[in-house]
């Protein structure tokens, strides 16, 4: 049983999965100002239907995860489950997540959500096989989630602030997985998908991510002029931790190939996501 969950946790790439969760939920707080009884079928909804897209990627990736050294421990490679079972699963996970969003959240919540999983399995991972750039396209599956808990509270997908919160998490996506690239261009390469370290050394690349992150900070920046924060302790928070981001991620401009820096400038703009998601969930919550 506890292997089975094991292979579950993994199949399901639960560590990501959760972030959709709290993304998704942070979109309800955003609109709600709280917490209401709707959060609860809307988190649930949107796990279970990440995690069933989570396993399709595995079943889609089966034959190049295999030759990666990152991947080829994942359960279908491994022959720890076979694809059809693991096919089976997703499909359980899916009908089940669409049913709670429909019944708890209502059937816009539950449409945007499995537009994400047509987005993200039908055409950003098809997509990155060919182009090099499929992570542009590809990042709208970060914009989604919250837009999903926005509705969920009774938002509309026409509401500025929630452009300017999707906008963020899309903007974020881009250097999030250029900082991974860096560090795994070998495995992608081996794999035979198409990357930017092809076209651009490690140098280049690295300065060209650093923009993006500049990018994702001043995007940060523009989310109280959309109304959204109400205090200005807040505010300095998002100051604060967007200058940090900005100075700590200068290192990626300076004549270093090693792959710690890429992996704590990674692990960096991860941590400014959730700082301004808990920034801006305290303003609703607490302050």
């Given at each position: 049983m506890k292997n089975k969950i094991k292979i579950l946790v993994e199949l399901t790439k639960l560590r990501i999965t959760l972030f959709v969760t709290v993304t998704t939920a942070f979109g309800f707080i955003s609109y709600a100002g709280g917490f209401t009884l709707v959060i609860i079928p809307t988190v649930i909804?949107?796990?279970?239907?990440?995690?069933?897209?989570?396993?399709?990627?595995?079943?889609?990736?089966?034959?190049?995860?295999?030759?990666?050294?990152?991947?080829?421990?994942?359960?279908?490679?491994?022959?720890?489950?076979?694809?059809?079972?693991?096919?089976?699963?997703?499909?359980?996970?899916?009908?089940?997540?669409?049913?709670?969003?429909?019944?708890?959240?209502?059937?816009?919540?539950?449409?945007?959500?499995?537009?994400?999983?047509?987005?993200?399995?039908?055409?950003?991972?098809?997509?990155?096989?060919?182009?090099?750039?499929?992570?542009?396209?590809?990042?709208?599956?970060?914009?989604?989630?919250?837009?999903?808990?926005?509705?969920?509270?009774?938002?509309?997908?026409?509401?500025?602030?929630?452009?300017?919160?999707?906008?963020?998490?899309?903007?974020?996506?881009?250097?999030?997985?250029?900082?991974?690239?860096?560090?795994?261009?070998?495995?992608?390469?081996?794999?035979?998908?198409?990357?930017?370290?092809?076209?651009?050394?490690?140098?280049?690349?690295?300065?060209?991510?650093f923009i993006w992150i500049i990018a994702t900070v001043v995007t940060s920046f523009l989310i109280p002029l959309f109304g959204i924060v109400n205090s200005q302790w807040i505010n300095i928070g998002l100051l604060a931790a967007g200058v940090w981001l900005c100075w700590d991620s200068i290192n990626l401009l300076r004549q270093s190939d090693g792959k710690i820096s890429f992996k704590f400038a990674f692990m960096h703009i991860n941590y400014f996501a959730l700082s301004v998601v808990l920034l801006l969930s305290i303003d609703k919550l607490v302050i």
């Open positions: 909804g949107i796990l279970l239907l990440a995690c069933g897209s989570a396993v399709i990627n595995h079943y889609q990736e089966r034959a190049t995860d295999a030759l990666m050294d990152r991947t080829k421990n994942r359960p279908i490679p491994a022959g720890k489950i076979t694809p059809p079972a693991a096919l089976t699963v997703a499909v359980v996970l899916i009908i089940t997540g669409s049913i709670v969003l429909f019944f708890g959240s209502g059937w816009l919540a539950m449409v945007l959500s499995l537009l994400n999983l047509i987005w993200y399995n039908g055409i950003y991972t098809p997509l990155k096989k060919v182009n090099p750039l499929a992570i542009i396209p590809g990042s709208i599956v970060g914009a989604i989630p919250p837009a999903v808990g926005w509705v969920a509270a009774g938002g509309s997908l026409l509401d500025p602030q929630l452009s300017i919160l999707a906008f963020f998490f899309f903007i974020w996506q881009i250097p999030h997985f250029w900082l991974l690239l860096l560090v795994f261009d070998k495995d992608y390469e081996k794999a035979g998908f198409p990357t930017l370290t092809k076209i651009f050394n490690h140098q280049q690349l690295a300065r060209i991510t």
